[in-house]
């Protein structure tokens, strides 16, 4: 979490920031910045779930004492899981992970289905789990739409953070086309394990 604020910096200014993360390391990177980001921004979070059902993450959450009634969770995937638990959470869930450059206009307009209008100015950062798993299920085109849409959505809302977990090594052009929209890029990997070559999966240098 330190070393996330020192990298980042001002939290409140918004804009999207691209994380270069090994694969392996996806979900505890977003445990710690769910943390860090309830902990420096006012307002709630909106947790979007691509690759694991929402329930994971809340479970997680949970064992670590994070606040997760300031979360709602949008989840696009459950409906392709076995996990049918319930969670005691905010959370609505959208048609599938396909056609993800139509998620914009439904979080912002008046909603549709079991998705309930998202009005943005309650929130001070959105976070997708895996953007490269859109991947699976979109053409690049569709996925690019989207991170377009949200890159023009968050300048309109200003003070809104999007962190973007990609590994540059498995999503080399995804990596590049959100550092392009990026205001900043951070490379986690350099802090969690200095000397990548040599780390075993799961491996994080104290």
Do not use: W
């Amino acid at each position: 979490m330190n070393y996330l604020k020192q990298e980042i910096g001002e939290f409140d200014h918004g804009g999207m920031i691209l994380l270069d993360v090994d694969t392996p390391r996806f979900v505890i990177t977003n445990l710690v910045m769910i943390s860090t980001l309830l902990s420096e921004l006012d307002g709630k979070g909106l947790f979007i779930s691509v690759d694991r059902p929402h329930q994971y993450m809340v479970h997680l959450m949970n064992m670590h004492d994070v606040d997760t009634s300031r979360i709602t969770f949008i989840d696009a995937i459950s409906q392709f899981s076995a996990d049918r638990r319930q969670a005691n959470v905010d959370v609505g869930y959208f048609k599938g992970p396909f056609n993800i450059d139509a998620l914009p206009d439904m979080l912002g307009g008046e909603g549709g289905g079991d998705l309930a209008r998202i009005d943005l100015s309650e929130y001070g950062f959105i976070l997708i789990d895996n953007p490269a798993t859109l991947l699976t299920y979109n053409p690049y085109p569709s996925v690019e739409r989207f991170l377009m849409r949200i890159s023009s959505d968050m300048a309109e809302a200003k003070r809104i953070m999007v962190p973007f977990l990609v590994d540059s090594g498995r999503s080399p052009l995804l990596f590049e086309t959100i550092k392009y929209l990026s205001t900043q890029v951070v490379d986690v990997n350099e802090h969690l394990c200095p000397q990548r070559v040599h780390c075993r999966e799961g491996e994080i240098l104290q």
